[in-house]
């Protein structure tokens, strides 16, 4: 009776709209967090049902469709290690549009207009889009020169190599996926040295390298290795 009592007092003074614009604010967290459940689980098909579910139910262009954007490229990512996929055409390119999308629409969303109980997850999911992006460039480009035809570093890689090393830099040294607590910023570093090593950029390299937390890293390196830099 309580209860009853309770529903008809809100909705003399929110009205039924109040409660449908809450309705909807749960059912896109709802689904979004279920799909992040299911990634953690390595349930990615899954996962992708969720992400995609969001983005049906949710209105285009709002925080719903940018964070289910990120979750997709992420899915995609993973799935394309999962196989340990090669070809250019296929999980990693996909990741690749799904995270172009999510950046695209980043940048017309206006940060004032995002209610404060999304804010963080709107900045949690622009960190996850960075660190997605220098996964996906630097992955694409090994896939394209791993093709038969593509033995040289042309244009088209070195973009992707140059364009995965300037969305690291958008990255906090304290960045950790929050889906994956074993990918840290120190990975991110690594890979960023790695790209400097590709495109011949010695000075990159050097200060790269010099960051990365040697006892983060699951092997030994040799001390005069460390030196030498």
């Known amino acids: 009776m309580m209860n009853r009592i309770a529903y008809i007092s809100i909705v003399m003074v929110w009205g039924c709209t109040f409660l449908i614009e809450k309705s909807a604010l749960l059912e896109g967290d709802f689904y979004i967090q279920d799909g992040w459940l299911a990634f953690s689980s390595s349930r990615y098909e899954e996962a992708d049902k969720h992400f995609n579910t969001a983005i049906e139910t949710n209105d285009s262009g709002s925080v719903f469709h940018f964070l289910s954007l990120v979750g997709l490229g992420w899915s995609n990512i993973y799935k394309a ?5 090669t070809s250019s055409n296929g999980y990693v390119k996909n990741a690749g549009e799904n995270l ?3 950046n695209n629409l980043m940048l017309n969303i206006n940060i004032e207009e995002i209610t404060l109980d999304l804010r963080e997850d709107y900045f949690n999911g622009r960190s996850h889009m960075y660190a997605g992006l220098v996964l996906q460039r630097g992955y694409y480009a090994k896939q394209i020169i791993w093709e038969p035809t ?3 570093l042309s244009d088209t890689v070195r973009i992707l190599y140059e364009e995965s ?3 690291s830099e958008q990255l906090e040294s ?3 996926f929050q889906h ?4 840290r910023f120190n990975d991110i570093l690594v890979l960023r040295t790695e790209n400097y090593l590709i495109l011949g950029n010695t000075e990159g390299v050097i200060l790269s390298f010099n960051q990365i937390d040697f006892d983060q890293l699951g092997f030994e390196v040799d ?3 460390k030196q030498e830099f």
């Not at 290690?81 to 996929?85: D, K, L, P």
């Not at 994956?180 to 990918?183: E, M, P, Q, T, Y």
């Open 81 to 85: 290690q999962v196989i340990e996929e």
């Open 100 to 102: 172009n999308s999510a």
């Open 150 to 152: 593509n033995a040289t």
């Open 165 to 167: 090393v300037e969305f």
């Open 174 to 176: 304290d960045f950790v």
């Open 180 to 183: 994956d607590v074993n990918l």
């Open 223 to 225: 001390e005069a290795c």
